[in-house]
């Protein structure tokens, strides 16, 4: 077994690697860009490099400098974890060269799986069923037109090199065809530097489930069931599980059959994963082979009861695989959701900034959080946003997804935006608790974005009773530190009113053993709980049954966060509450007059013209954020007055692009 080994990787994977080598006793070398230096994976490990400035381009993704980095440390061989140099062939030839091992698996299969097209053609041999369609490459739109034509449409038009979700679009006629063709070759060439397309059928209704295989250099391949991954945000996945359920026994057995054939075909030798799309009568099709760890490998991890990193070093090691097909057994339920550094409520877009409070939930047997991230440290804007990878695990769907409830509820981040209220409405979704999923899920149920309204709280009365009771417990506390002048105590009343939502909510909050009774609207609310003020986390019962809420107190306010939805609560005296209603309204400033950047991002194309009259849905700009083109368009007919930035400019979120004709709007 290896002593030492590098990790070429960053955040949540270089942590999860790092905790695994340490289990098994081998010394762990971390790298890390300039940007990194106080990252927590830097930290964790029992070395660390400095390979260069803060764009990966010129530090993570060097293989120079990591396989430096690995002579100067002795590291002996080198996990990739996901992204990055992960699927490489140049860095394993690299490494080999120099007598590392690569933790994953050998060139050939890599070579081959990186490929989409070759891939495909590779799969169709190995008897692997595959989505209809052209595996030619793409000359020009209307080579492009020609094939969907053929096909017939809906199609999708994808980047050979793709990856992420990144350098695809879906076309359902000729006019998108053309417009896809260049988006997604001008996205290919910009994030993989390879703008090759083809042309494949669009599977309508379709949902994502992708099967683990194993494999040694001794011969053996094995699967470890699938993972279901059908809710995604434009092909990015946001929440995993496993098992699917829509599988049954029998479409397992052959998803799983033709996945090892796949593997065996480019004698495939570590963990991989071969993507399929099925369709709704359980027909499937291979997509791609990931030929490195997936993000969303905890959700197999937990219901296999297999440390998949683990399996990695061993293969990578030479050992064989210590089990077979027949002792895979996949236990209970695990859903894994990916906690990202973004504002679902502005359109997800993408949030920087430091982490001022961060305390995740308590891990247990049933919650596991990854993360490379800590209170303090700061979400750049040069690597990928996510903040956490939160599992949950039960021995039923429901029970997975009652644990995943309660663990949002628990997960503290403030400083930058996060998309914890977003994960929480799709927990309680109908579609997602009745398995009736698809990647288009999201987009069909949130077709104009996500709002607050989307996670309504269903049970006011508990908020209302907390707030009470935080309210109480703070007024009982000042008056017992206040100074107190015999005959002059401070007397704290019972009757108060709850301001939420715009209404008034008359309670009456007495004194009980271990917490207080609020009546409200002639309930009684047992409400216990040792929270004291300060803590950010409100543990504890409503009438014995145990609740969670995140408290901040702002100025006048409260803001209560729980099952996802937010509220600002005001707990006033009668007499205040009735003068509060006569407070004039402040209002927002107009800011219709101006186009303003969603997102910091890079000002690519200004399309607009001064003097021009735009119409309603027209392109106005194009802005790169996290390698993705985004395309902003006129909300509303009207006439450019000023032009207020220029391509080339770095945006920051509200930036004024460009200003509209005052009474044009
Ligand atoms: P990437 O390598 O960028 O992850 P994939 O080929 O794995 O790209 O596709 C990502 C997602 O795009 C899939 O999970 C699926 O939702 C969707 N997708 C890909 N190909 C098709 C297709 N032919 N029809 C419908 N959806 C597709």
Redesign the pocket.
Same mark, same amino acid.
């Given at each position: 077994m290896f002593k030492k080994i590098l990790i070429a990787n960053r955040g949540e994977i270089a942590c999860r690697v790092i905790k695994t080598a340490r289990k098994m006793g081998i010394q762990t070398v971390a790298v890390y860009s300039e940007a990194d230096r106080d990252a927590l994976h830097v930290e964790l490990a029992d070395e660390a490099v400095l390979i260069g400035p803060p764009p990966s381009a010129q530090s993570y993704l060097v293989m120079e400098r990591i396989v430096q980095a690995c002579k100067d440390t002795g590291a002996e061989a080198v996990h990739p974890g996901y992204g990055f140099l992960s699927e490489r062939p140049a860095f394993c030839e690299m490494l080999e060269k120099e007598g590392i091992v690569f933790i994953g698996p050998k060139v050939k299969a890599i070579e081959a799986m990186g490929d %989409?097209i070759t891939s495909k053609k590779l799969a169709m041999e190995a008897g692997v069923s595959t989505?209809p369609g052209c595996t030619d490459v793409i000359q020009d739109a209307e080579h492009a037109q020609a094939i969907a034509r053929d096909i017939g449409y809906p199609v &999708?038009l %994808?980047a050979t090199a =793709?990856?992420? =979700? %990144?350098g &695809?679009r879906i076309a359902w006629n000729d006019a998108e065809c053309a417009d896809g063709f260049e988006r997604a070759s001008n996205e290919a060439r910009s994030s993989f530097g390879d703008d090759r397309v083809f042309v494949?059928?669009? *599977?309508e209704e379709?949902r +994502?489930i992708e099967i683990q295989v194993l494999g040694d250099s001794h011969g053996h391949i094995v699967y470890l069931g699938e993972r279901e991954?059908s809710l995604?945000r434009r +092909?990015q996945k946001v929440i995993e599980e496993a098992p699917s359920p829509f599988l049954d026994e029998k479409t397992r057995r052959a998803m799983g059959e033709q996945a090892v054939a796949l593997a065996r075909a480019v004698d495939y030798q570590s963990a991989g994963t071969v993507?399929f *799309?099925v369709d709704a009568k359980r027909n499937f099709y291979f997509?791609?082979m990931n030929t490195r760890l997936q993000v969303e490998h905890p959700v197999t991890e937990f219901i296999t009861g297999l440390d998949l990193v683990e399996q990695m070093i061993r293969v990578a090691a030479g050992e064989p695989l210590s089990f077979t097909q027949d002792d895979v057994k996949l236990k209970g339920w695990a859903i894994e959701a990916r906690v990202y550094a973004e504002d679902p409520f502005r359109n997800f877009l993408p949030s920087i900034g430091r982490l001022v409070k961060y305390m995740p939930p308590q891990e247990s047997e049933v919650v596991r959080v990854d993360t490379g991230v800590y209170e303090g440290g700061e979400v750049s804007m040069y690597y990928d946003p996510m903040i956490a990878k939160l599992i949950t695990y039960g021995a039923t769907r429901d029970r997975a997804i009652a644990h995943m409830r309660d663990a949002l509820n628990e997960f503290f981040i403030r400083g930058v935006q996060h998309n914890i209220s977003f994960l929480a409405a799709l927990m309680v979704h109908t579609r997602f608790m009745t398995g009736r999923i698809s990647?288009n899920m999201i987009a069909e149920e949130y077709p104009t974005g996500f709002y607050a309204s989307d996670v309504p709280h269903d049970d006011p009365a508990l908020l209302i009773s907390v707030a009470a009771f935080l309210h109480r417990r703070y007024m009982d506390r000042a008056a017992q530190i206040s100074g107190q002048l015999l005959g002059h105590e401070r007397k704290v009343g019972n009757d108060w009113v709850v301001l939420m939502c715009d209404r008034h909510h008359p309670v009456r909050v007495d004194p009980a053993e271990g917490g207080y009774d609020v009546i409200y609207m002639g309930e009684v609310y047992q409400v216990r709980s040792d929270w004291q003020f300060g803590f950010p986390l409100f543990k504890g019962t409503l009438n014995g049954t145990a609740i969670c809420i995140q408290v901040e107190r702002r100025d006048m306010h409260y803001r209560l966060f729980h099952w996802g939805s937010q509220a600002d609560v005001m707990v006033l005296s009668p007499r205040v509450a009735e003068l509060q209603a006569l407070m004039p309204e402040k209002e927002l400033p107009d800011l219709s007059q101006y186009l303003l950047s969603p997102m910091p991002g890079l000002l690519t194309k200004l399309t607009a013209q001064v003097g021009q009259e735009v119409k309603a849905g027209e392109e106005l700009a194009v802005i790169e954020a996290m390698k993705m083109e985004n395309v902003l368009r006129a909300e509303h007919d009207a006439k450019v007055a000023k032009l207020l930035a220029a391509p080339g400019d770095s945006l920051a979120v509200d930036q004024p692009i460009l200003e509209f004709e005052s009474g044009s709007v």
């Open positions: %989409k989505v &999708m %994808k =793709g990856g992420g =979700g %990144k &695809m494949e059928k669009y *599977i379709p +994502h991954c995604q +092909h993507e *799309i997509l791609e990647t």
